[in-house]
């Protein structure tokens, strides 16, 4: 069984940034891709980034390719998700997810095995 904690939300006014951090344990942590998706209020939950288990690989949604950066330590069993240039649309709040599968895409919830509590981040205009 995998946990996962989120730390880094926060409010911060629009064009400012905020780093995210996922930490894990009780698995192996380079055995897992990892995700980062997003709940706004009223909203379903919507993929924003992901990194394949040694970073090799990183996909992002439209809408914050060029403003977030995934990252992952694998010694530290901790992934990270660099937000830039927020905008009032990002307020959500933020999952982590771990994945074991295998798979082409990594925009899929439903191929996540754990998630996170969640952090809330808030953008002010």
């Known amino acids: 069984q995998v946990q996962l904690v989120e730390s880094g939300g926060g409010l911060v006014q629009a064009g400012g940034s905020l780093r995210l951090s996922c930490v894990a344990s009780?698995?192996?942590?380079?055995?897992?891709?990892m995700g980062w998706f997003r709940q706004a209020p009223g909203k379903e939950r919507e993929f924003v980034s992901c990194i394949s288990r040694y970073g090799g690989r990183t996909y992002y949604r439209d809408s914050v390719r060029g403003r977030f950066t995934i990252s992952r330590d694998n010694a530290k069993n901790t992934v990270y998700l660099q937000m830039n240039s927020l905008k009032p649309e990002d307020t959500a709040v933020y999952y982590c997810?771990?994945?074991?599968?295998?798979?082409?895409?990594?925009?899929?919830?439903?191929?996540?095995?754990?998630w996170g509590q969640g952090t809330q981040v808030t953008v002010s205009s």
């Open positions: 009780g698995g192996t942590f380079s055995s897992y891709a």
């Open positions: 997810a771990a994945r074991s599968g295998y798979s082409s895409v990594c925009d899929r919830l439903y191929e996540y095995d754990y």
